[in-house]
């Protein structure tokens, strides 16, 4: 989850869920609703026409957090209600934009006028979701939606329960690291600067020494100063060491493809055992928003995703090791062994790899000391909220990077998008080439790389060259670099095939002479028998995460076939 605020104090007002629409009897309608289920916890205000919702919402100013901002899509004409969201978004830009959309006059169908001008705003980023209006019960359609909202708004920008309590310097790499790994693990935390009012508080009461910072603060009171992932998780009771048994199926990485071998393993009666070295998810863990993804028309984050993802696997009997990364695999008596970098081993009778990619770096020696304290690979959707005002970078031409930018430009006064390619659409979805365009504070810069790095305690400007050696100077206190991804497989040793790049072959890519025996390789399977590949690690792989899904799906169906020609070398416990 997002980290608190720095300040750690609530404001005495309750957060307000504002709603606009002409409709007096909808108006009413929907208010009476919101507040019957949300009333404890925020204050509903509702207006009945744009000047007089633009007015509370000016009054409303700084001192009362709006939440979110409901209007009617025919409020002032056919896009009316999309226009009055654009204004609100200016005076209160943390709030969820919603649409309220109503059905034709029979109640079964958004008419074709309204489902047009939703599709242009959902595609051009002028709205967060949208919900049905008229004709509906709370509980079936307002009430999810609206929850949903709420959630992701209380992680951003509002308080909730926090299982520890991370204090250290705001620009610091150690705490970055601390708080990308909380983020990406979904574990509910505060980070308050040491320098800040909150966090002198907490140093002094919890006896902190400043002089080993950052230090977590466990629910008990008890501090770590300087702690690593595997102290964090020790803290928190996390699983880091695998049970020795032999397991049906063991899986290297717990990324998408990782996530859905295991969901499909463990309901299919395998045991399953997965190794994770730093966090679940892998890379799409990282991107603030998925709007492609089947079955989720209003899009998902991918941290949601991915921890949806674990908790099937889990609750189908999965079971997971962290901290722990793979440095070996080695076949005996028809057993696969998985060495582990705390010299453990995990032993399964077939083994998918699911390892993912590591981000490319940039490559800029000027840029190297902000590593994690201004510069970024990934990770733009733990530190979003803590650059709001600034001008940042994010470096990339593929869907990754335009995620960031249009995660980015909700906090961030100007975000620039810097591409070595001669344009977006060459390696960009369509729907975020819209967005993009669309964002009055997202520049382009086309054919262009970043040159050097500049600033003094902090960064502060970059060169930007352009492909024909002409250089800009351009203010950025952060970059975000998504330039692709490399093969981390050295590990693998030289029993496993891989092209020239590091990734690895499986089935047909296979070469003749590295498949020694009778049968051919099942799909997925790489040269050494019993072992398979899915996801960004193989080669081949079109690195969406839909695909990756789906090879760790059907691996699975590999894995019961070569379960079913082998005889098991042990016992399962």
């Known amino acids: 989850m997002s980290p608190a605020s720095e300040s750690g104090r609530e404001s005495r007002a309750l957060p307000v869920l504002f709603l606009v629409d002409a409709d007096a009897e909808a108006r009413e309608r929907i208010a009476t609703a919101l507040t019957r289920r949300f009333g404890a916890d925020y204050e509903v205000r509702a207006a009945g026409s744009e000047s007089e919702g633009l007015a509370i919402l000016e009054q409303l100013g700084n001192d009362v957090r709006v939440a979110l901002i409901a209007v009617d899509l025919a409020l002032t004409g056919d896009e009316g209600g999309i226009t009055f969201l654009e204004r609100a978004h200016v005076i209160h830009p943390d709030a969820s934009r919603v649409l309220l959309v109503a059905m034709d006059r029979h109640g079964t169908r958004i008419p074709f006028d309204s489902l047009a001008a939703l599709r242009r705003a959902a595609a051009l980023n002028r709205i967060d979701f949208w919900v049905v209006k008229g004709g509906f019960s709370p509980e079936e359609w307002l009430y999810l939606r609206v929850q949903e909202a709420l959630s992701t708004w209380t992680r951003l920008h509002g308080t909730h329960h926090e299982v520890l309590r991370i204090v250290g310097e705001q620009w610091s790499p150690r705490s970055h690291e601390l708080r990308e790994t909380m983020s990406r ?26 002089a080993r910072l950052p230090a977590a603060i466990l629910h008990d009171g008890s501090v770590v100063h300087q702690p690593t992932a595997r102290d964090i998780a020790h803290a928190l009771g996390v699983n880091t060491r695998p049970s020795p048994e032999v397991h049906d199926l063991v899986i290297v990485g717990a990324g998408p493809a990782g996530l859905a071998a295991a969901l499909y393993g463990a309901s299919e009666g395998l045991r399953t055992m997965v190794v994770e070295d730093r966090a679940i998810g892998g890379q799409a863990g990282t991107s603030s928003m998925i709007r492609n993804y089947l079955g989720f028309p209003r899009g998902i984050s991918g941290g949601d995703l991915v921890f949806r993802a674990w908790e099937q696997a889990l609750l189908f009997g999965a079971e997971f090791v962290f901290t722990h990364r793979a440095t070996g695999l080695a076949s005996r008596h028809g057993l696969n062994a998985v060495t582990l970098s705390g010299g453990d081993q995990v032993v399964g009778r077939a083994v998918i790899l699911a390892s993912g990619v590591e981000y490319r770096r940039l490559g800029v020696p000027s840029l190297d000391r902000w590593t994690g304290a201004g510069l970024f ?70 054919r262009s790389r970043i040159a050097e790095g500049h600033g003094e305690a902090r960064l502060a400007w970059l060169e930007v060259e352009n492909a024909e050696g002409g250089r800009e100077n ?49 799909p997925f399977e790489t040269s050494m028998p019993g072992v398979f590949a899915v996801g960004d690690v193989r080669h081949g792989s079109i690195k969406r995460v839909a695909e990756a899904v789906g090879e760790g799906s059907v691996a699975v169906g590999s894995v019961h076939q070569h379960l079913a020609r082998s005889q098991p070398s042990a016992d399962r416990a």
């Open 185 to 210: 693990n979904t574990i509910p935390y505060g980070f308050y600067s040491s320098d800040s009012e909150r966090g002198r508080d907490l140093i002094a009461a919890h006896r902190v020494d400043v």
């Open 377 to 446: 690979y990934g990770a733009a959707g733990s530190v979003g909220s803590a650059l709001a005002g600034e001008r940042v970078c994010v470096v990339g031409g593929a869907n990754s990077a335009g995620q960031a930018a249009i995660h980015l430009s909700q906090f961030a006064s100007h975000v620039t998008l810097i591409v070595r390619g001669a344009a977006l659409e060459a390696g960009m979805s369509d729907y975020l080439v819209r967005q993009i365009q669309a964002a009055s504070n997202v520049d382009v810069r086309l």
């Open 474 to 522: 351009i203010a950025s206190t952060a970059v975000f670099v998504m330039i692709g991804a490399e093969a981390r497989t050295d590990w693998l040793g030289p029993s496993i095939h891989r092209d020239d790049h590091g990734f690895v072959l499986t089935g047909r890519d296979l070469p003749r002479d590295a498949w020694a025996t009778d049968r051919p390789p099942l």
